[in-house]
């Protein structure tokens, strides 16, 4: 029954994630709407605090939903890697490299909430922290995430693909497709580091719409499956399925 509540648990835990993580950026989206700059980095310092202080409660929010998605996420990759664990045909610690990815995105994460909660706060609290706001603000929050968030996906990702080849918790298909998404990944950051270009962003879309997703309903029907036949073999081994 443990197992069947990881999986559950795992699988929910990854769609929370999800939504909570688009809800996020969009809300942060909503909330840095009036810089002028590239992505969210103003041109103007004092246009930044204006900005901020006129938007502190859907920064606010932003930064609320980033958190939680952060959270959703550590629960998601712990509980994948433990059933993950238990479900091995062998002694492969794949699976280790799944949850370094997952703890190492929502720290990243969570430092990132943590310097736009610092810049909100400081453009409520005055001027004379206004060049102090710049430098926090001006943090390239597009490029820092473009640039590296490839690392953790390709051991989240990765780290699943080689564990599901030796494990009867994900078919086969989702580990070719979990290291074949992987492997793109590392060639595009490959590429993307030679030419200063982040082309590694180009993964984290199917990352974060299509192999999150897809992953947690999986675990979610494994989970049901294994509740379902735990019942059966009760009702089996007590007559007239009584206990």
């Known amino acids: ?38 992505g969210m980095v103003p041109a103007n310092p004092q246009e930044s605090v204006a900005v901020l202080r006129a938007n502190t409660a859907v920064l606010g929010l932003s930064i609320y939903l980033i958190s939680l998605a952060a959270l959703a996420l550590v629960c998601f990759t712990s509980g994948l890697a433990s059933a993950l664990r238990r479900s091995q045909r062998n002694d492969g610690a794949h699976w280790m490299l799944a949850q370094a990815g997952g703890l190492l995105y929502a720290a990243y994460l969570l430092i990132y909430v943590s310097l736009q909660s610092q810049a909100v706060f400081m453009a409520q609290t005055g001027g004379s922290g206004t060049t102090a706001v710049d430098v926090l603000v001006r943090l390239p929050f597009d490029q820092i995430f473009w640039s590296f ?86 009702e089996v081994a007590s007559p007239g399925g009584k206990p």
């Open 1 to 38: 029954m443990f197992r069947v509540h990881v999986e559950k648990s795992a699988g929910a835990a990854g769609l929370a994630f999800v939504v909570l993580f688009i809800a996020g950026i969009v809300a942060g989206g909503i909330g840095a709407a009036g810089f002028t700059g590239v």
């Open 149 to 234: 968030n490839w690392i953790p996906e390709i051991l989240l990702v990765g780290g699943v693909g080689l564990s599901a080849m030796g494990s009867e918790l994900l078919p086969r298909w989702i580990a070719v497709s979990s290291l074949s998404l992987a492997g793109a990944m590392l060639i595009l950051a490959g590429i993307g580091l030679v030419t200063l270009f982040p082309l590694a962003w180009l993964g984290f879309p199917i990352f974060l719409l299509i192999w999150v997703p897809m992953t947690s309903i999986l675990l979610l029907r494994r989970g049901s499956s294994l509740a379902g036949s735990t019942v059966d073999s009760r």
